[in-house]
């Protein structure tokens, strides 16, 4: 392994059908005075929020809700959430809904009893909390973020044009507790669960693309993509699919929960400009995701070529026989774009909202990382900004 690293992972899961029933165990651990944070009605429609609701009120807890959190949060919405749980003396939050729920929790945690603005001291100084943080327990019913098992909050300041995710490095910012039951996620729309998958997926890119050396962390993040190649296929095909869709949401976990990152210096580039793209279109991060990464993984190839080889046949099963390297690495790049059409996922800028015009002003908004095969320079995000659309 590279280098020194601590792990600690604080957040207790309950995974499974029915496991809703779980938050009566956890519940009175926390204040009486909870924040209900949802999205835009799903849960209602699905009848997630009763199970909810019925559970709090037993537990004998005043609840103010926070309901309308929208896919790819706002910071004026934070700003709603932090000003209702200020006068309901909020002591705990319950996130009920996706990704953009969980974050959005987490975020409102670290904010509430924050004097400074949270956008200037989270998302563009990155500092950790000074004051304490609120607990925030998730009851999941998206998969794809990881933001159960994680300290990440992206919120999307609409006036600046800048969507940032900041990963806290505070433990006290990760979920306290959370409940995975796959069934809740049977109702997602078919957009929305491969969209899901391909954000798995790309989490585990970035963090494997990049380092020279053979480190465990590699070798568990090639068996997590194979596992989700494998479930991929059999919940696109059959979406009401149990096994395939508990063994996403258990995969979703482990992609994104600091364990494969360990000895790593990791990459973040494919976010970065899918951030930018959610950042003028308001699209699903998934979709952001997927519609630039054959463009950027094509570009960085040459940089990190050996990587590119293992991942064609570690991860794509291809054979290297009679083969030049760049030939295996083009080849699980092309099996990659093969199992990104399968699904149905967005394959270019263009339609997700994105058009010529905007491609100064999306690379203006694009964070340049540090941590995979190629620094980026802005010629070269413009360029693959223009290769996507
Ligand atoms: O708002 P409602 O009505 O609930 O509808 C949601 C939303 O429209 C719907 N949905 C959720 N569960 C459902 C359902 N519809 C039917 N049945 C259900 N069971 O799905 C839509 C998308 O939900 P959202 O929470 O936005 O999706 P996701 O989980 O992909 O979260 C996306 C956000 O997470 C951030 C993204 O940038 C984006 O803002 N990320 C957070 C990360 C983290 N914490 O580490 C890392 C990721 O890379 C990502 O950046
Ligand atoms: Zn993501």
Redesign the pocket.
């Known amino acids: 392994m590279l280098g020194n690293f601590s792990y600690c992972n604080p957040t207790k899961l309950y995974f499974g059908k029915g496991a809703v029933k779980y938050l009566k165990d956890e519940l009175p651990k926390y204040g009486k005075n909870v924040a209900l944070v ?6 209602k ?2 009848g ?1 929020y009763d199970e909810v609701v019925k559970i709090l009120a037993e537990c004998g807890k005043n609840v103010a809700e926070i309901a309308g ?5 706002t910071l004026e919405k934070l700003y709603e959430g932090m000003e209702i749980a200020r006068k309901n003396n909020t002591e705990f939050i319950l996130a009920v ?7 959005y929790a ?1 975020a409102l945690a670290v904010s509430v009893n924050c004097e400074e603005d949270p956008w200037e001291k989270y998302y563009l100084r990155f500092e950790e909390p000074s004051c304490k943080t609120l607990p925030v327990g998730c009851v999941l ?7 159960e098992m ?1 300290a ?3 919120i ?1 300041n609409r006036a600046t044009k800048l ?1 940032i ?1 900041h ?1 806290f490095a505070d433990e006290k910012v990760m979920p306290v507790f959370s409940v995975l039951d796959p069934a ?6 078919h957009y ?1 669960m491969v ?2 998958i391909y ?1 798995i997926f790309n ?1 585990i890119c970035e963090q494997y693309f990049s380092g020279e050396d053979d480190n465990t962390s590699d070798y568990i993040a090639e068996g997590l993509m194979r596992s989700l190649l494998h479930s991929s296929r059999m919940a696109n095909k059959d979406m009401n699919d149990y096994e395939a869709r508990s063994n996403i949401m258990w995969t979703a976990t482990w992609a ?1 929960n600091t364990l494969i990152s360990r000895g790593k210096t990791t990459d973040w580039e494919v ?1 970065m400009l899918g ?1 930018a793209v ?1 950042a003028h279109t308001d699209a ?3 979709m952001t995701l997927s519609a630039v990464s054959l463009a950027y993984y094509r570009h960085i190839m040459p940089y990190g070529l050996k990587k590119f080889v293992r991942f064609a046949q570690n991860v794509w099963g291809v054979d290297p026989a009679g083969k030049t390297d760049e030939e295996v690495a083009n080849e699980g790049l092309a099996a990659l774009e093969g199992w990104m059409r399968e699904l149905g996922l967005a394959m270019n800028i263009t339609e997700l909202g994105a058009d010529e015009g905007m491609i100064e002003a999306i690379a203006d908004s694009t964070l340049i990382m540090q941590g995979g095969y190629r620094v980026l320079t802005r010629d070269e995000v413009v360029k693959i900004l223009k290769e996507s659309l």
Not at 184 to 189: A, D, G, H, R, S
């Open positions: 949802y999205g835009g009605g799903s849960v429609r699905n997630i959190v929208m896919p790819n949060p809904g996706g990704g953009s729920v969980c974050d987490k019913t998206m998969v794809g973020t990881g933001s994680n990440g909050a992206v999307t969507k995710g990963v809740y996620t049977l109702t997602l729309p929305q969209a899901g954000d989490h994104l976010h951030q959610g699903t991060h998934g």
